[in-house]
Protein backbone atom coordinates (compact mmCIF):
# COMPACT_ATOMS: atom_id res chain seq x y z
CA UNK A 1 0.00 0.00 0.00
CA UNK A 2 2.58 2.37 1.08
CA UNK A 3 4.61 1.88 -2.27
CA UNK A 4 1.44 2.48 -3.92
CA UNK A 5 0.81 5.74 -2.28
CA UNK A 6 4.65 6.72 -3.44
CA UNK A 7 3.69 6.16 -6.82
CA UNK A 8 0.83 8.02 -6.73
CA UNK A 9 2.55 10.72 -5.22
CA UNK A 10 5.34 10.66 -7.44
CA UNK A 11 3.17 10.37 -10.60
CA UNK A 12 1.65 14.00 -9.26
CA UNK A 13 5.04 15.41 -8.46
CA UNK A 14 6.61 14.47 -11.15
CA UNK A 15 4.70 13.63 -14.12
CA UNK A 16 6.96 13.99 -16.68
CA UNK A 17 10.18 11.90 -15.50
CA UNK A 18 7.51 9.53 -14.85
CA UNK A 19 6.20 9.32 -18.62
CA UNK A 20 9.92 9.50 -19.65
CA UNK A 21 10.94 6.26 -17.26
CA UNK A 22 7.37 4.94 -18.81
CA UNK A 23 8.06 5.90 -22.44
CA UNK A 24 11.88 4.52 -21.89
CA UNK A 25 10.72 1.34 -20.42
CA UNK A 26 8.58 1.08 -22.84
CA UNK A 27 10.60 1.64 -26.28
CA UNK A 28 13.12 -0.55 -24.58
CA UNK A 29 10.25 -3.58 -23.98
CA UNK A 30 9.67 -3.32 -27.38
CA UNK A 31 12.97 -3.63 -29.18
CA UNK A 32 14.05 -6.32 -26.47
CA UNK A 33 10.76 -8.14 -27.61
CA UNK A 34 11.38 -7.59 -31.40
CA UNK A 35 15.28 -8.72 -31.30
CA UNK A 36 14.48 -11.16 -28.79
CA UNK A 37 11.53 -12.73 -31.20
CA UNK A 38 14.27 -12.39 -34.06
CA UNK A 39 17.06 -14.54 -31.88
CA UNK A 40 14.27 -17.03 -31.18
CA UNK A 41 13.50 -16.95 -34.71
CA UNK A 42 16.76 -17.78 -36.06
CA UNK A 43 17.45 -20.25 -33.18
CA UNK A 44 14.48 -22.33 -34.33
CA UNK A 45 15.48 -22.17 -38.14
CA UNK A 46 18.96 -23.21 -37.04
CA UNK A 47 17.18 -26.56 -34.97
CA UNK A 48 14.66 -27.25 -37.84
CA UNK A 49 17.70 -27.48 -40.23
CA UNK A 50 19.65 -29.38 -38.04
CA UNK A 51 16.72 -31.66 -37.84
CA UNK A 52 17.24 -31.40 -41.58
CA UNK A 53 20.48 -32.64 -41.79
CA UNK A 54 19.91 -35.40 -39.49
CA UNK A 55 17.02 -36.84 -41.54
CA UNK A 56 19.11 -36.31 -44.41
CA UNK A 57 22.24 -38.34 -42.66
CA UNK A 58 20.12 -40.85 -41.66
CA UNK A 59 18.84 -41.74 -45.32
CA UNK A 60 21.97 -41.58 -46.66
CA UNK A 61 24.03 -43.56 -44.22
CA UNK A 62 21.00 -45.90 -42.63
CA UNK A 63 18.69 -46.40 -45.43
CA UNK A 64 20.74 -48.79 -47.52
CA UNK A 65 22.69 -50.47 -44.85
CA UNK A 66 18.75 -51.51 -43.41
CA UNK A 67 17.33 -52.61 -46.92
CA UNK A 68 20.23 -54.87 -46.92
CA UNK A 69 19.58 -56.49 -43.35
CA UNK A 70 16.14 -57.01 -44.40
CA UNK A 71 17.04 -58.55 -47.69
CA UNK A 72 19.30 -61.25 -45.90
CA UNK A 73 16.23 -61.59 -43.05
CA UNK A 74 18.83 -60.79 -40.04
CA UNK A 75 16.25 -59.42 -37.23
CA UNK A 76 18.92 -59.16 -34.34
CA UNK A 77 21.05 -56.84 -36.97
CA UNK A 78 17.85 -54.86 -37.90
CA UNK A 79 17.26 -53.95 -34.05
CA UNK A 80 20.57 -52.80 -33.68
CA UNK A 81 20.31 -50.21 -36.18
CA UNK A 82 17.09 -49.34 -35.29
CA UNK A 83 18.46 -49.20 -31.62
CA UNK A 84 21.94 -47.09 -33.01
CA UNK A 85 19.13 -44.72 -34.89
CA UNK A 86 17.18 -44.27 -31.42
CA UNK A 87 20.10 -42.40 -30.01
CA UNK A 88 20.14 -40.19 -32.42
CA UNK A 89 19.09 -36.30 -30.87
CA UNK A 90 15.11 -36.03 -30.69
CA UNK A 91 14.65 -39.51 -32.27
CA UNK A 92 12.09 -40.65 -30.45
CA UNK A 93 10.38 -43.81 -32.71
CA UNK A 94 11.50 -45.81 -35.43
CA UNK A 95 9.40 -48.47 -37.66
CA UNK A 96 9.96 -51.00 -40.16
CA UNK A 97 7.14 -52.60 -42.24
CA UNK A 98 8.89 -55.32 -44.09
CA UNK A 99 7.64 -56.77 -47.55
CA UNK A 100 8.39 -60.26 -46.06
CA UNK A 101 5.18 -59.36 -43.43
CA UNK A 102 8.32 -58.83 -40.56
CA UNK A 103 7.48 -55.71 -37.91
CA UNK A 104 10.62 -53.97 -36.05
CA UNK A 105 10.17 -51.18 -33.63
CA UNK A 106 12.64 -48.90 -31.47
CA UNK A 107 11.30 -46.52 -28.64
CA UNK A 108 8.11 -45.37 -27.98
CA UNK A 109 5.62 -43.79 -30.31
CA UNK A 110 5.00 -39.75 -29.10
CA UNK A 111 1.17 -39.57 -28.45
CA UNK A 112 1.30 -35.79 -27.70
CA UNK A 113 3.24 -32.73 -28.71
CA UNK A 114 5.09 -31.37 -31.81
CA UNK A 115 6.76 -34.18 -34.03
CA UNK A 116 8.35 -34.80 -37.64
CA UNK A 117 7.46 -37.65 -38.83
CA UNK A 118 9.14 -39.20 -42.11
CA UNK A 119 8.65 -42.29 -44.35
CA UNK A 120 11.33 -44.21 -45.68
CA UNK A 121 11.15 -46.85 -49.19
CA UNK A 122 13.80 -49.55 -48.19
CA UNK A 123 15.07 -50.88 -51.82
CA UNK A 124 17.54 -53.78 -52.15
CA UNK A 125 19.55 -53.33 -55.47
CA UNK A 126 20.49 -56.47 -56.94
CA UNK A 127 22.54 -57.12 -60.00
CA UNK A 128 20.43 -59.37 -61.74
CA UNK A 129 16.92 -58.51 -60.79
CA UNK A 130 17.21 -54.61 -60.59
CA UNK A 131 15.76 -52.40 -57.60
CA UNK A 132 13.44 -54.75 -55.37
CA UNK A 133 11.27 -52.91 -52.43
CA UNK A 134 12.15 -54.99 -49.44
CA UNK A 135 9.98 -52.13 -46.49
CA UNK A 136 9.47 -49.23 -45.86
CA UNK A 137 11.32 -47.37 -42.58
CA UNK A 138 8.89 -44.89 -40.22
CA UNK A 139 10.66 -42.05 -38.30
CA UNK A 140 9.18 -39.56 -35.69
CA UNK A 141 11.47 -36.89 -33.76
CA UNK A 142 9.93 -34.72 -31.17
CA UNK A 143 10.10 -31.48 -30.97
CA UNK A 144 9.71 -30.96 -27.40
CA UNK A 145 13.21 -30.43 -26.39
CA UNK A 146 14.16 -27.99 -29.49
CA UNK A 147 10.72 -25.55 -27.88
CA UNK A 148 11.86 -26.55 -24.15
CA UNK A 149 15.69 -24.91 -25.03
CA UNK A 150 14.07 -21.90 -27.04
CA UNK A 151 12.09 -21.02 -23.66
CA UNK A 152 15.07 -21.54 -21.72
CA UNK A 153 16.95 -19.12 -24.13
CA UNK A 154 13.72 -16.29 -23.87
CA UNK A 155 13.81 -16.23 -20.11
CA UNK A 156 17.80 -15.96 -19.47
CA UNK A 157 17.13 -12.84 -22.84
CA UNK A 158 14.29 -11.40 -21.20
CA UNK A 159 15.40 -11.51 -17.55
CA UNK A 160 18.98 -9.67 -18.65
CA UNK A 161 17.62 -7.46 -21.33
CA UNK A 162 14.75 -6.09 -18.69
CA UNK A 163 17.22 -5.48 -15.46
CA UNK A 164 19.65 -3.73 -17.90
CA UNK A 165 16.66 -1.75 -19.29
CA UNK A 166 15.17 -0.64 -16.02
CA UNK A 167 18.72 0.09 -14.55
CA UNK A 168 19.30 2.18 -17.72
CA UNK A 169 16.03 4.15 -17.02
CA UNK A 170 16.12 4.98 -13.49
CA UNK A 171 20.15 6.00 -14.74
CA UNK A 172 18.50 8.37 -17.34
CA UNK A 173 15.35 9.24 -14.60
CA UNK A 174 18.07 9.95 -11.88
CA UNK A 175 20.40 12.15 -14.31
CA UNK A 176 17.00 13.98 -15.85
CA UNK A 177 15.39 14.92 -12.56
CA UNK A 178 19.04 16.43 -11.46
CA UNK A 179 19.65 18.71 -14.50
CA UNK A 180 16.01 19.33 -15.90
CA UNK A 181 12.97 18.47 -13.49
CA UNK A 182 14.25 20.01 -10.19
CA UNK A 183 14.19 22.92 -11.70
CA UNK A 184 11.41 22.77 -13.87
CA UNK A 185 9.69 22.45 -10.18
CA UNK A 186 10.87 25.68 -9.02
CA UNK A 187 10.02 27.85 -12.38
CA UNK A 188 6.31 25.97 -11.28
CA UNK A 189 6.59 27.19 -7.82
CA UNK A 190 7.67 30.25 -8.47
CA UNK A 191 5.36 30.74 -11.63
CA UNK A 192 1.81 29.87 -8.91
CA UNK A 193 3.41 32.53 -6.16
CA UNK A 194 3.81 35.24 -9.03
CA UNK A 195 0.57 37.78 -8.29
CA UNK A 196 0.12 41.12 -10.21
CA UNK A 197 1.38 43.26 -6.62
CA UNK A 198 4.33 41.17 -6.03
CA UNK A 199 6.33 41.31 -9.32
CA UNK A 200 9.29 42.94 -8.05
CA UNK A 201 10.96 39.55 -6.83
CA UNK A 202 12.73 37.78 -9.90
CA UNK A 203 13.06 34.15 -10.44
CA UNK A 204 16.69 32.55 -9.46
CA UNK A 205 17.28 28.80 -9.42
CA UNK A 206 19.81 26.86 -6.88
CA UNK A 207 22.59 25.74 -9.70
CA UNK A 208 26.32 25.47 -9.93
CA UNK A 209 28.09 28.98 -10.13
CA UNK A 210 29.92 27.34 -13.11
CA UNK A 211 27.31 25.92 -15.20
CA UNK A 212 27.07 27.05 -18.69
CA UNK A 213 24.40 29.51 -19.70
CA UNK A 214 21.51 26.56 -21.04
CA UNK A 215 18.01 26.28 -21.92
CA UNK A 216 16.67 26.50 -18.46
CA UNK A 217 18.81 29.86 -18.16
CA UNK A 218 16.96 31.26 -21.07
CA UNK A 219 13.68 30.50 -20.06
CA UNK A 220 14.71 32.08 -15.97
CA UNK A 221 16.02 35.44 -18.15
CA UNK A 222 12.58 34.94 -20.47
CA UNK A 223 10.46 35.22 -17.29
CA UNK A 224 12.37 37.86 -15.76
CA UNK A 225 12.34 40.02 -18.99
CA UNK A 226 8.02 39.01 -18.97
CA UNK A 227 7.97 40.31 -15.23
CA UNK A 228 9.77 43.58 -16.47
CA UNK A 229 7.63 44.01 -18.91
CA UNK A 230 4.33 43.25 -17.24
CA UNK A 231 5.68 46.19 -14.92
CA UNK A 232 6.05 48.75 -17.49
CA UNK A 233 2.38 47.27 -18.99
CA UNK A 234 0.94 48.04 -15.55
CA UNK A 235 2.02 51.19 -15.50
CA UNK A 236 0.97 51.86 -19.13
CA UNK A 237 -2.41 50.31 -18.40
CA UNK A 238 -3.60 52.43 -15.23
CA UNK A 239 -2.62 55.39 -17.64
CA UNK A 240 -4.86 53.89 -20.33
CA UNK A 241 -7.58 53.29 -17.64
CA UNK A 242 -7.87 56.70 -16.83
CA UNK A 243 -8.19 57.79 -20.21
CA UNK A 244 -10.40 55.20 -21.03
CA UNK A 245 -12.89 56.35 -18.11
CA UNK A 246 -13.02 59.78 -19.57
CA UNK A 247 -13.46 58.40 -23.34
CA UNK A 248 -16.86 56.24 -21.50
CA UNK A 249 -18.43 58.92 -20.53
CA UNK A 250 -18.54 60.52 -23.56
CA UNK A 251 -19.00 57.50 -26.02
CA UNK A 252 -22.96 56.14 -23.84
CA UNK A 253 -24.54 58.48 -25.14
CA UNK A 254 -23.01 57.84 -29.06
CA UNK A 255 -23.76 54.53 -28.01
CA UNK A 256 -27.53 55.28 -27.46
CA UNK A 257 -27.88 57.28 -30.45
CA UNK A 258 -26.72 54.01 -32.74
CA UNK A 259 -27.85 51.50 -31.12
CA UNK A 260 -31.17 53.66 -31.46
CA UNK A 261 -30.78 54.10 -35.29
CA UNK A 262 -29.12 50.30 -35.64
CA UNK A 263 -32.59 49.05 -34.18
CA UNK A 264 -34.43 50.87 -36.59
CA UNK A 265 -32.77 49.67 -39.66
CA UNK A 266 -32.89 46.58 -38.71
CA UNK A 267 -36.71 46.53 -38.16
CA UNK A 268 -36.82 47.93 -41.95
CA UNK A 269 -34.49 45.51 -42.96
CA UNK A 270 -36.43 42.50 -41.78
CA UNK A 271 -39.89 43.94 -42.59
CA UNK A 272 -37.79 44.29 -46.83
CA UNK A 273 -37.12 40.61 -46.50
CA UNK A 274 -40.04 39.24 -45.62
CA UNK A 275 -41.84 40.89 -47.95
CA UNK A 276 -39.31 39.42 -50.55
CA UNK A 277 -39.55 36.03 -49.28
CA UNK A 278 -43.38 36.25 -50.07
CA UNK A 279 -42.23 37.56 -53.22
CA UNK A 280 -40.07 35.34 -54.09
CA UNK A 281 -42.83 32.07 -53.09
CA UNK A 282 -45.28 33.52 -54.69
CA UNK A 283 -43.24 33.73 -58.58
CA UNK A 284 -41.96 30.27 -57.87
CA UNK A 285 -45.23 28.81 -57.68
CA UNK A 286 -46.44 30.68 -60.60
CA UNK A 287 -43.77 29.70 -62.73
CA UNK A 288 -44.23 25.79 -61.45
CA UNK A 289 -47.48 25.87 -62.22
CA UNK A 290 -47.40 27.27 -65.53
CA UNK A 291 -44.78 24.90 -66.78
CA UNK A 292 -46.22 22.07 -66.10
CA UNK A 293 -49.56 23.42 -67.07
CA UNK A 294 -48.26 23.66 -70.50
CA UNK A 295 -46.33 20.46 -70.16
CA UNK A 296 -49.88 18.08 -69.18
CA UNK A 297 -51.39 20.35 -72.20
CA UNK A 298 -48.46 19.74 -74.47
CA UNK A 299 -48.71 15.68 -73.73
CA UNK A 300 -51.93 15.73 -73.54
CA UNK A 301 -52.47 17.17 -77.37
CA UNK A 302 -49.63 15.68 -78.58
CA UNK A 303 -50.49 12.16 -77.52
CA UNK A 304 -54.04 11.76 -77.41
CA UNK A 305 -54.99 13.27 -80.49
CA UNK A 306 -52.43 10.74 -83.06
CA UNK A 307 -53.65 7.87 -81.15
CA UNK A 308 -57.48 9.12 -80.94
CA UNK A 309 -57.03 9.29 -84.82
CA UNK A 310 -55.15 6.12 -85.32
CA UNK A 311 -58.03 4.46 -82.79
CA UNK A 312 -60.45 5.77 -85.11
CA UNK A 313 -59.05 5.02 -88.64
CA UNK A 314 -58.64 1.29 -87.07
CA UNK A 315 -62.55 1.29 -86.16
CA UNK A 316 -63.05 1.44 -89.47
CA UNK A 317 -60.81 -0.18 -91.07
CA UNK A 318 -62.38 -2.95 -88.47
CA UNK A 319 -66.06 -2.23 -89.62
CA UNK A 320 -65.02 -2.38 -93.66
CA UNK A 321 -62.80 -5.64 -92.96
CA UNK A 322 -65.95 -6.98 -91.26
CA UNK A 323 -68.00 -6.17 -94.27
CA UNK A 324 -65.77 -7.63 -96.69
CA UNK A 325 -65.33 -10.71 -94.79
CA UNK A 326 -69.06 -11.08 -95.02
CA UNK A 327 -68.89 -11.12 -98.71
CA UNK A 328 -66.08 -13.04 -99.09
CA UNK A 329 -65.73 -15.16 -96.23
CA UNK A 330 -62.64 -17.56 -97.41
CA UNK A 331 -60.61 -14.45 -98.85
CA UNK A 332 -56.68 -14.85 -96.26
CA UNK A 333 -56.89 -11.31 -97.08
CA UNK A 334 -60.14 -10.31 -95.56
CA UNK A 335 -59.57 -12.73 -92.62
CA UNK A 336 -55.70 -11.13 -92.18
CA UNK A 337 -57.49 -7.51 -92.44
CA UNK A 338 -60.07 -8.42 -89.99
CA UNK A 339 -57.04 -10.04 -87.37
CA UNK A 340 -54.86 -7.20 -87.62
CA UNK A 341 -57.53 -4.66 -87.36
CA UNK A 342 -58.27 -6.27 -84.04
CA UNK A 343 -54.85 -6.21 -82.24
CA UNK A 344 -54.54 -2.33 -83.70
CA UNK A 345 -57.42 -1.37 -82.03
CA UNK A 346 -56.58 -3.48 -78.61
CA UNK A 347 -53.23 -2.00 -78.61
CA UNK A 348 -54.41 1.66 -79.34
CA UNK A 349 -56.55 0.87 -76.17
CA UNK A 350 -53.65 -0.33 -74.13
CA UNK A 351 -52.12 2.95 -75.01
CA UNK A 352 -54.72 5.18 -74.15
CA UNK A 353 -55.02 3.42 -70.68
CA UNK A 354 -50.59 4.15 -70.54
CA UNK A 355 -51.42 7.60 -71.32
CA UNK A 356 -53.84 7.45 -68.91
CA UNK A 357 -51.79 6.55 -65.90
CA UNK A 358 -49.04 8.48 -66.77
CA UNK A 359 -50.93 11.80 -66.90
CA UNK A 360 -51.89 11.04 -63.75
CA UNK A 361 -48.55 10.33 -62.10
CA UNK A 362 -47.08 13.22 -63.93
CA UNK A 363 -49.72 15.60 -62.47
CA UNK A 364 -49.29 13.68 -58.85
CA UNK A 365 -45.54 14.28 -58.95
CA UNK A 366 -45.42 17.86 -59.60
CA UNK A 367 -48.45 18.79 -57.34
CA UNK A 368 -47.79 20.43 -53.99
CA UNK A 369 -50.64 19.45 -52.31
CA UNK A 370 -52.12 16.25 -50.52
CA UNK A 371 -54.53 14.20 -51.72
CA UNK A 372 -56.97 11.14 -50.87
CA UNK A 373 -55.99 7.95 -52.55
CA UNK A 374 -56.06 4.40 -52.27
CA UNK A 375 -52.65 3.05 -51.76
CA UNK A 376 -52.96 -0.46 -53.75
CA UNK A 377 -54.87 0.72 -56.28
CA UNK A 378 -52.20 3.09 -57.31
CA UNK A 379 -49.61 0.85 -56.88
CA UNK A 380 -51.33 -0.86 -59.76
CA UNK A 381 -51.22 2.20 -62.08
CA UNK A 382 -47.48 2.58 -61.20
CA UNK A 383 -46.87 -0.93 -62.46
CA UNK A 384 -49.29 0.09 -65.45
CA UNK A 385 -47.16 3.02 -66.76
CA UNK A 386 -44.01 0.57 -66.27
CA UNK A 387 -45.31 -1.74 -67.97
CA UNK A 388 -43.27 -1.18 -70.99
CA UNK A 389 -40.01 -1.69 -69.29
CA UNK A 390 -41.67 -4.68 -67.42
CA UNK A 391 -41.91 -6.53 -70.43
CA UNK A 392 -38.26 -6.88 -71.25
CA UNK A 393 -37.24 -8.90 -67.59
CA UNK A 394 -41.29 -10.06 -67.53
CA UNK A 395 -40.41 -10.80 -63.69
CA UNK A 396 -43.60 -11.62 -60.84
CA UNK A 397 -44.43 -8.60 -59.18
CA UNK A 398 -46.87 -9.54 -55.74
CA UNK A 399 -48.72 -6.97 -53.92
CA UNK A 400 -50.42 -8.68 -50.72
CA UNK A 401 -51.92 -6.33 -48.36
CA UNK A 402 -55.69 -5.09 -47.58
CA UNK A 403 -58.03 -4.62 -50.44
CA UNK A 404 -58.64 -1.10 -50.14
CA UNK A 405 -56.20 1.25 -48.30
CA UNK A 406 -57.12 4.73 -48.23
CA UNK A 407 -54.07 7.53 -47.27
CA UNK A 408 -53.70 10.97 -47.51
CA UNK A 409 -50.37 11.58 -48.68
CA UNK A 410 -48.42 12.62 -52.00
CA UNK A 411 -48.96 10.12 -54.71
CA UNK A 412 -46.01 11.11 -57.22
CA UNK A 413 -43.65 10.56 -54.56
CA UNK A 414 -44.53 7.20 -53.85
CA UNK A 415 -44.09 6.74 -57.42
CA UNK A 416 -41.02 7.76 -57.86
CA UNK A 417 -39.89 5.76 -54.83
CA UNK A 418 -41.28 2.55 -56.17
CA UNK A 419 -40.40 3.20 -59.98
CA UNK A 420 -36.59 3.58 -58.29
CA UNK A 421 -37.15 0.36 -56.30
CA UNK A 422 -38.35 -1.59 -59.17
CA UNK A 423 -35.72 -0.42 -61.51
CA UNK A 424 -33.11 -0.85 -59.13
CA UNK A 425 -33.90 -4.59 -58.87
CA UNK A 426 -34.36 -4.90 -62.53
CA UNK A 427 -30.85 -3.71 -63.13
CA UNK A 428 -28.68 -4.34 -60.35
CA UNK A 429 -30.90 -7.33 -58.80
CA UNK A 430 -31.84 -9.48 -62.05
CA UNK A 431 -29.55 -7.71 -64.32
CA UNK A 432 -32.25 -7.24 -66.94
CA UNK A 433 -32.56 -11.09 -67.54
CA UNK A 434 -36.14 -12.67 -67.71
CA UNK A 435 -37.83 -13.96 -64.72
CA UNK A 436 -37.63 -12.71 -60.96
CA UNK A 437 -39.79 -12.41 -58.09
CA UNK A 438 -40.98 -9.01 -56.38
CA UNK A 439 -42.81 -9.06 -53.27
CA UNK A 440 -44.73 -5.92 -52.09
CA UNK A 441 -46.01 -6.33 -48.71
CA UNK A 442 -48.39 -3.53 -46.92
CA UNK A 443 -49.31 -3.40 -43.75
CA UNK A 444 -51.28 -1.35 -41.21
CA UNK A 445 -50.76 -0.25 -37.87
CA UNK A 446 -51.79 2.06 -35.62
CA UNK A 447 -51.70 5.25 -37.83
CA UNK A 448 -48.69 4.36 -39.82
CA UNK A 449 -48.28 1.60 -42.87
CA UNK A 450 -45.31 -0.87 -43.04
CA UNK A 451 -44.22 -1.76 -46.66
CA UNK A 452 -41.69 -4.85 -47.11
CA UNK A 453 -40.29 -4.41 -51.05
CA UNK A 454 -38.16 -7.74 -51.05
CA UNK A 455 -37.16 -9.77 -54.40
CA UNK A 456 -35.00 -12.61 -55.26
CA UNK A 457 -32.43 -11.54 -56.84
CA UNK A 458 -28.54 -11.42 -56.58
CA UNK A 459 -28.57 -9.39 -53.51
CA UNK A 460 -27.01 -6.10 -51.78
CA UNK A 461 -22.78 -7.00 -50.76
CA UNK A 462 -22.52 -7.01 -46.63
CA UNK A 463 -20.75 -3.82 -46.75
CA UNK A 464 -23.10 -2.17 -48.80
CA UNK A 465 -26.07 -1.82 -46.61
CA UNK A 466 -25.04 0.75 -44.96
CA UNK A 467 -24.20 3.09 -47.44
CA UNK A 468 -26.87 1.88 -50.33
CA UNK A 469 -28.92 5.33 -49.85
CA UNK A 470 -25.81 7.39 -50.32
CA UNK A 471 -25.16 9.35 -53.50
CA UNK A 472 -23.14 8.08 -56.47
CA UNK A 473 -23.06 4.68 -54.95
CA UNK A 474 -23.48 2.35 -57.86
CA UNK A 475 -21.67 -0.89 -59.22
CA UNK A 476 -23.03 -0.50 -62.67
CA UNK A 477 -21.52 3.20 -63.70
CA UNK A 478 -19.66 1.76 -66.81
CA UNK A 479 -23.28 0.68 -67.93
CA UNK A 480 -25.05 4.18 -67.57
CA UNK A 481 -26.31 4.43 -63.45
CA UNK A 482 -25.73 7.83 -61.96
CA UNK A 483 -26.24 6.14 -58.15
CA UNK A 484 -29.01 8.39 -57.02
CA UNK A 485 -31.95 6.38 -57.29
CA UNK A 486 -31.85 5.38 -54.04
CA UNK A 487 -30.49 8.20 -52.44
CA UNK A 488 -33.13 10.21 -54.04
CA UNK A 489 -35.66 7.64 -52.58
CA UNK A 490 -34.46 8.02 -49.10
CA UNK A 491 -34.66 11.91 -49.08
CA UNK A 492 -38.17 11.60 -50.40
CA UNK A 493 -39.24 8.99 -47.82
CA UNK A 494 -37.40 10.85 -45.12
CA UNK A 495 -38.56 14.33 -46.08
CA UNK A 496 -41.46 14.70 -48.08
CA UNK A 497 -43.38 11.63 -46.97
CA UNK A 498 -42.16 11.85 -43.02
CA UNK A 499 -41.23 7.98 -42.86
CA UNK A 500 -37.92 6.01 -42.83
CA UNK A 501 -36.84 3.63 -45.32
CA UNK A 502 -34.57 0.69 -44.23
CA UNK A 503 -32.31 -1.54 -45.77
CA UNK A 504 -32.70 -5.14 -43.84
CA UNK A 505 -30.29 -8.30 -44.44
CA UNK A 506 -31.91 -10.94 -46.65
CA UNK A 507 -30.44 -14.00 -47.39
CA UNK A 508 -31.87 -14.08 -50.79
CA UNK A 509 -32.18 -10.82 -52.79
CA UNK A 510 -32.80 -7.33 -51.45
CA UNK A 511 -35.10 -6.13 -48.37
CA UNK A 512 -35.80 -2.86 -48.04
CA UNK A 513 -38.52 -1.35 -44.70
CA UNK A 514 -40.47 1.78 -45.52
CA UNK A 515 -42.78 3.08 -42.28
CA UNK A 516 -45.09 6.08 -43.78
CA UNK A 517 -47.60 8.08 -41.89
CA UNK A 518 -51.07 7.71 -43.40
CA UNK A 519 -51.94 11.27 -42.82
CA UNK A 520 -49.14 13.67 -43.48
CA UNK A 521 -48.58 16.50 -41.05
CA UNK A 522 -49.94 19.75 -43.02
CA UNK A 523 -46.40 21.41 -43.72
CA UNK A 524 -46.39 24.80 -46.07
CA UNK A 525 -42.47 23.17 -47.55
CA UNK A 526 -42.65 22.64 -51.52
CA UNK A 527 -42.23 19.84 -53.55
CA UNK A 528 -39.07 20.25 -55.99
Not at 60 to 77: D, F, H, K, M, T
Not at 141 to 160: F, T
Not at 295 to 307: C, F, K, Q, R, S
Request: glycine share 6%; charged share 20%; aromatic share 6%.
Amino acid sequence: MRLLQRLRQLRHQKPLGIRLLTAILLYSSIITLIATGTQLWLDYRYELSAIDERLLQIEVSSRNSLANSLWEISPAQIQVQLDGLLQLPDVRYLEINSSFNDFYVAGNKPTSGAIVERHYALEHHDSGRGTISVGELTLILSLDEVYQRLADKVLVILASQGIKTFLVSIFILTLFHRLITQHLGSMAAYARRLKLDHLDTPLELKRNSKHQDDELSQVVDAMNTMRRSMLHDMSKREDAERSLAKLNTELEQRVIDRTKELEERNQELHDTLATLRSTQQQLVESEKLAALGGLVAGVAHEINTPIGIGFTAASFLADQANLYQQHTPNDPLANTAVESSRLICQNLERAAQLINAFKLVSVDQSSEQCRHFDLIQYLDEILLSLNPRLKQCKPEIIITGPKHLMIDSYPGCYYQVFTNMILNSLIHGFEDSLGGIITIDVSQEADRIIIDYCDNGIGIPQDWKHKVFEPFMTTKRNEGCSGLGMHIAFNIVSQLLQGHIYCLANTHGAHFRLELPIVLEQKTSVIT
